[in-house]
T-cell receptor, first 109, second 116 residues
């Protein structure tokens, strides 16, 4: 199966700072998604982004499918952004989401 | 529009017992996927159901089984529980037809299972 690596594994920011999270895939992926998992375990959809760039408020994401990576940008971070960020995708004709290793983000005042 | 719901929220079982977890899909969604998330790890795909049939399975033993009902809700059953089954179990629904391009998956709040 595909391998999904995320970096950095851990990140501590001061409120108001910007950050970039990266996701690398070992093979071509379809249906790439970014999620935020809050401290209570809820996975919240951030982006469905198999290619191109999307923006939603302070968050934006870019996927370069030909180079097998995706980036998640967080601007003007807030304490509520804390949690674990996962990327995930499917491969070939498959229907299972393979998740990355996650980035644990903590935003401090 | 109602989101994905799961029950129960928490569950404690002992080794060897059986457990049933439940999931109600989001309105308009006909596909349900189940994932297991161990502490500190990303979710791992268990299986997916589309129109009441299993439509893909991850690397989990047969004691993990499921059902999907005509209203697209779903159950995950685990027999002969082992200590390593302790995890957060997540259900996700999507509009996808189970074909090559699954649609965006929306997750429920999860059921936290502890096996003692």
């Amino acid at each position: 199966g595909i391998q999904v690596e995320q970096s950095p594994p851990d990140l501590i920011l001061q409120e108001g700072a910007n950050s970039t999270l990266r996701c690398n895939f070992s093979d071509s992926v379809n249906n790439l998604q970014w999620f935020h998992q809050n401290p209570w375990g809820q996975l919240i959809n951030l982006f469905y982004i198999p290619s191109g760039t999307k923006q939603n408020g302070r968050l934006s994401a870019t996927t370069v499918a030909t180079e097998r990576y995706s980036l998640l940008y967080i601007s003007s971070s807030q304490t509520t952004d804390s949690g674990v960020y996962f990327c995930a995708g499917t491969t070939g004709g498959g229907n299972k989401l393979t998740f990355g290793t996650g980035t644990q983000l903590k935003v401090e005042l | 529009e109602t989101g994905v719901t799961q029950s129960p929220t928490h569950l404690i079982k002992t080794r060897g017992q059986q457990v049933t977890l439940r999931c109600s899909s989001q309105s308009g969604h006909n596909t349900v996927s189940w994932y297991q998330q161990a502490l500190g790890q990303g979710p791992q795909f268990i299986f997916q159901y589309y129109r009441e049939e299993e439509n893909g399975r991850g690397n989990f033993p047969p004691r993990f089984s499921g059902l999907q009902f005509p209203n697209y809700s779903s159950e995950l059953n685990v027999n002969a529980l082992e200590l390593d089954d302790s995890a957060l179990y997540l259900c996700a629904s999507s509009r996808g037809g189970g074909g090559p391009r699954t649609d965006t998956q929306y997750f429920g709040p999860g059921t936290r299972l502890t096996v003692l």
